[in-house]
């Protein structure tokens, strides 16, 4: 590692061993045509999801980093050399890269992404990046925007391809419009890849339970709303009762080794994101959000105990027009929110309760007119006796329009001096790196 890209002993020392010291180790083909429907025993849904929790907790666990300021330092490092002058130099096919962070660099940048689509699940970056999604398995198209089908999905529908047990690559073979008529049920190892179309999944919420490795790229999700639920298939061996959904955008729960990239989400009835029961290992980056109220909860309960070994990583995001907060709020674990820009909110930009560790890095915010709503933070339902020690800190941040960050942390920090922090891509470069945030227009056989 070279000496001028690392900052030992750092003012802030953020770092953050926290966790180590804070977090707890571990807590944690439907058919194919029509038939009689198999008698399942409907009443044993509640023994069936607590198997698949237990089985997901297992899994957590192993997704777990137990040093989280490794991973942290990986991610500046990975951002540095990306962005390094000799780097963005680079030319492909005679034309210049114009991805502008390492995730995109892995892969932007290739004339051949659509004959190459695995390539993407080596690109992750941060606590998401060993999310594999579908790689390794067949290619699965979408060609039937239907979902008029839920106990027996029709055969090139999305719904067909996120149930089946194996591991899919899921692309579509069109621009469409993909309207939901109760909660998608994802199965573990998918990729949904919109790559090269223009896909639209709207309706009702995308759900991931008790499932680990999947991939959403590159879609557009809006426009959720709740369901009173009814008998919905969740894979290829098991359909059962579901309760009421809420219209969430993604709802995440008791999963691992997820990665939401590039998509573009507004509008839904609930959360655009959440992140809840004990899920971890987590990426959501190169996204666009708009239009919207909450737009991200990471842990849904004070008494998620489960919930400290959460980890995820929020990074070359915009946050744009029409949001008012919650991007993200936070409960127990440990929270990299980093190189996103903040470009509106009404209320406030970062919050949490329950002792969340958040290192804020390199991100601009740009605060409202509103005088009342300059502060980026939000602590919730804590007296400043309790939040006091509460791990937030911000390094490199750009702060606009009178924005400012309420840091809080001390007593709760174990500094050790011989420790090499790399600081992140200061919050001046966001504009750069966030530059192709949301979904991208990708034509075959050209760099998207």
Known sequence: MAAGSLMARSPLHILLYVLATLAVTAAAEAPTQKAPLPAYNVTADEEYWAKRAEEARAYSRAAYVSDPVAELNRFNRDVHRATARRSLARRYGGRPCVATNPIDRCWRCRADWASNRQRLATCARGFGHNAAGGAGGRTYVVTDLSDDELIVPKKGTLRFGVIQDRPLWIVFGRSMVIRLSQELIVNSNKTIDGRGAQVHITGAQMTLQGVRHVIIHNVHIHHSVPHSGGMIRDSKHHYGRRTRSDGDGV?????????????????????????VSGSTAITVSNSHFTKHD??????????????????VTVAFNH???????????CRFG????????YTHWQMYAIGG??????ISQGNRFIAPDDGNAKEVTKREYAPYTEYKDWVWKSQGDVMVNGAFFNESGGQNERRYGNMDFIPAKHGRYVGQLTRFAGVLDCGIGKPC
């Open 334 to 341: 440990f929270f990299q929110v980093v190189n996103n820009d």
């Open 251 to 275: 709802s995440i729960l008791s999963s691992s080794s997820v990665w939401i990239d590039h998509v573009s989400m507004s509008s839904c009835a609930d959360g655009l994101i959440d992140v």
């Open 319 to 329: 946050f744009g027009k029409g949001l008012v907060q919650r991007m993200p709020r």
């Open 353 to 358: 309760n329950r002792d969340p560790t958040i």
């Open 294 to 311: 909450h737009v991200m909860l990471f842990g849904a309960s004070n008494t998620e105990e489960q919930d400290r070994m959460m980890q």
